[in-house]
């Protein structure tokens, strides 16, 4: 173990955890691929710890083809049945449809924006929103729009909190915390 000052989420947490907050977290994001990818994980935390989440990420990675939007907006009741039959996901068929339905919302917003990366950089003018622990929150007026919006193109499992969190994900909330060595 390194001696880095990290947030104070992740002290003394797995060594998967500490990988993530170091590597991903935070850090900018605007391939459509990552971006897709991590929509989907976040969706599917909803109500569950990211942790568990972390922990499933490769067998999503196999279950859900690599995360490949074009063959996940053709997922049928059969791809549906032998993910919900898969103890290696999180086998919620709730969470399962909505992750097809969004794949297919994903796509339409590629369709109009040029790239998802576009939409979603431009609720704040492709600008990071920096915060500080003294702000810390788990959801803000950005995560707000963001979500009114996706809900309106029809997305499910996209509350603020969510959304929040998606966002500090792909970076657009920088939410290091002042003593931490990526701040």
């Given amino acids: 173990m390194d001696n880095k000052k990290r947030c104070q989420w992740v002290e003394g947490k797995e060594e998967i ?27 599917f935390q909803a109500g569950l710890s990211w942790i568990t989440i972390l922990k499933k990420r490769e067998s999503f990675r196999k279950a859900y083809d690599n995360f490949d939007i074009e063959k996940i907006i053709d997922y049928d009741d059969n791809k549906v049945e032998e993910l919900m039959n898969n103890e290696l996901i999180i086998r ?3 969470k399962i449809e909505a992750s097809i339905n969004n794949a297919k919302i994903f796509k339409e917003i590629q369709k109009e924006f040029g790239s998802f990366s576009n939409y979603i950089w431009g609720f704040t003018d492709n600008k990071i929103i920096k915060n500080t622990e003294e702000n810390y929150q788990t959801k803000s007026y950005t995560s707000d729009i963001v979500t009114k919006d996706l809900k309106k193109r029809g997305m499910k499992f996209v509350g603020s909190v969510t959304i ?10 920088d939410n290091h915390t002042t003593e931490c060595y990526l701040y």
Wanted: charged share 25%; hydrophobic share 45%; proline share 0%.
């Fill in 17 to 43: 955890y500490l990988n993530y907050h170091d590597n991903e977290w935070g850090k900018a994001v605007f391939d459509d691929k990552i971006l897709f990818e991590m929509l989907i994980l976040e969706c």
């Fill in 92 to 94: 919620n068929k709730l």
């Fill in 164 to 173: 929040y969190s998606y966002l500090e994900a792909i970076g657009i909330i």
